[in-house]
């Protein structure tokens, strides 16, 4: 049975990890556009990014892992067409058969036209020739713009401001990461980055104006799942391709996975995409393990976390800024646990540099109960 794999990031890489890890011995296809051997983006806006890690440390794999295993990489190559009646892949390098299918296509940022249309230079941050251009636009005395104070733009703003740029950051919402985190634990991350120094501009939508003079502006305004693919297929489509609860698409031989899959979350009892790195690294395993005729449920709860600063936060589950908040310890300190309650239960919990507490947020979601704060 053939197995063939779209999109070589993250994901894609971790899927075919898992065939061979688990002993699937049949061919393995991973497709991928850029050049590079698959791999992680978390590093692109934090550790590469802020040039403390080498970009072969978000390599998932070294290239040689590939060929050792047998597994056929194409890098340089893009997806162009489905046709899943006769299971048909189309690509620019070439057309390829499978049994299995698995859709990891990933997301590209949503664009903003008016900073395109300024005469002033622009990046937006999806890839490491994204990452190694904002890496040397900052610097002393630099002034970068950042238009979006989502978990992307507040990690530019905190890696232009760690090389010594001047920082201005733009959010249309009242606090930054207002609808992740609510207000409580928003103005949190507000102080962590007025106290470094950024000029935090809330509330407040950017102007043509606002850009003039910037060395770089950096555009974060959220990613659009890659579904173009799924769509020539003929597989359903809603924001993401629609997945059930074994991240198998509206076609049986094809599943998705990573920041395209729109999931039927069997513990959430409801749909989710979810764009970060643990989901993908944990579905492409779920996902691994079914294409290989195994029957297994995706019930994860989401995970991510992010660096700014002298800030580190770890989060696991799915709230949204109405939700209760119940804070132990301090939050003026930037060390705290919060932990997000609905009809009672706990939904979602993070941590803010309380390292010890990781499992512990994750038994407050797993179990639906507040820990004792002692």
């Known amino acids: 049975m053939s197995i063939v794999i779209v999109g070589a990031g993250l994901a894609g890489a ?17 497709v991928g556009s850029e050049e590079h051997a698959p791999y992680e983006r978390p590093p692109l806006s934090k550790g590469y990014l802020l040039g403390n890690d080498p970009f072969e440390k978000a390599l998932v794999h070294p ?4 060929a050792e295993h047998d597994v056929d990489l194409r890098l340089g190559v893009t997806a162009t067409g489905l046709d899943t009646d006769s299971r048909t892949l189309s690509t620019t390098g070439g057309d390829f058969t499978y049994d299995q ?17 300024a005469d002033v230079p622009v990046a937006y941050l999806r890839t490491v020739e994204d990452s190694d251009r904002l ?34 950051v733009f959010e ?13 634990v ?35 305004i959220g990613v659009t799942p890659r579904v173009d693919l799924a769509r020539s297929g003929g597989l359903d489509v809603d924001n993401g391709v629609l997945v059930d609860a074994r991240l198998r698409t509206s076609v049986p031989s094809v599943y998705a996975v990573g920041d395209i899959a ?29 294409l290989a005729g195994a029957d297994e449920e995706y019930a994860e709860p989401p995970y991510f976390f992010t660096d700014q600063y002298d800030l580190g936060m770890e989060y696991v589950g799915s709230a949204g800024a109405d939700d209760e908040v119940v ?16 009809d009672g239960a706990v939904i979602a919990a993070m941590h803010v540099n309380d390292w010890d507490a990781g499992d512990t947020i994750k038994e407050a979601v797993r179990s639906g109960k507040l820990p004792d704060p002692a």
């Open 186 to 220: 928003a103005a949190v991350f507000a102080d962590l980055h007025r106290e470094h120094g950024v000029d935090l501009r809330l509330g407040t939508e950017v102007t043509p104006v606002d850009l003039e003079g910037a060395d770089l502006v950096v555009v974060g």
């Open 63 to 66: 290239l040689e892992w590939y």
């Open 327 to 342: 804070i132990q310890g301090s939050l003026a300190d930037k060390q705290f646990r919060a932990f997000w309650r609905r």
């Open 101 to 117: 299918l698995l859709l990891a296509t990933g997301a590209e940022p949503r664009t903003l036209p008016l900073a395109d249309s």
């Open 135 to 168: 890496k040397s636009a900052f610097g002393e005395g630099a002034r970068i713009v950042v238009v979006g104070a989502g978990w992307i733009g507040l990690e530019a703003a905190a890696a232009a401001r760690s090389a010594g740029s001047d920082v201005t």
């Open 262 to 290: 729109n999931h039927a979350h069997p513990r959430l009892g409801r749909r989710i995409r979810v764009e970060h790195w643990d989901t993908a690294i944990k579905q492409a395993k779920v996902a691994a393990h079914n």
């Open 172 to 184: 249309m919402e009242e606090l930054p990461l207002l609808r992740v985190l609510g207000p409580t």
């Open 14 to 30: 971790t899927a075919a990890t898992e065939l061979r890890d688990q002993g699937y011995e049949g061919p393995v296809v991973l």
